[in-house]
């Protein structure tokens, strides 16, 4: 009885071990940084293959006299550093609209991903990561913004 109970001691943390190096099929969360202005995101990533996913940030930003909506999607590569933590790193673009006094448009944007997160052994996963953001119009954002967040996601 007593090897019994170690081999199904044995075998449950093994299973606990393995999950936690792997990416959960899905999260959903929020981002919360600043680029221009401080802003949210809810963000959405779905597991594509071992070390793959997707991430798609529906977000808003609210700076000086801009208000602004866009939605980003980026294929990122994580890897594991040691335990729950990862590291990610991701291309994407994006398309927004923004809102001025004295003009409004949509705009377009490809970004970079780079960044650290930690997946405790129950469904939350923290991250902080950074998305350097090269914006196409002249009227809201032509040049390189950085998007600092931190993120709160629930997987499942």
Do not use: C
Request: glycine share 12%.
């Amino acid at each position: 009885m007593k090897k019994l109970l170690g081999l199904v001691t044995i075998a449950l943390l093994m299973t606990v071990s393995a999950h936690s190096q792997s990416i959960s099929k899905n999260a959903l969360g929020v981002r919360l940084g600043d680029n221009d202005g401080f802003g949210g995101e809810i963000s959405y990533q779905r597991y594509l293959h071992e070390n793959n996913r997707l991430e798609f940030d529906l977000g808003w930003r609210n700076s000086h006299n801009v208000d602004a909506f866009k939605l980003v999607g980026l294929y990122q590569w994580v890897m594991p550093i040691d335990g729950g933590f990862h590291w990610y790193v991701g291309a994407g673009a994006g398309l927004g609209q923004f809102e001025k006094k004295d003009s409004d448009g949509t705009f377009a944007l490809i970004a970079g991903d780079i960044g650290i997160e930690y997946d405790f052994d129950f469904p939350l996963l923290l991250s902080l990561d950074i998305r350097p953001e090269f914006g196409f119009n002249d009227k809201y954002s032509d040049d390189l913004d950085m998007d600092i967040a931190l993120g709160v996601r629930f997987q499942f």
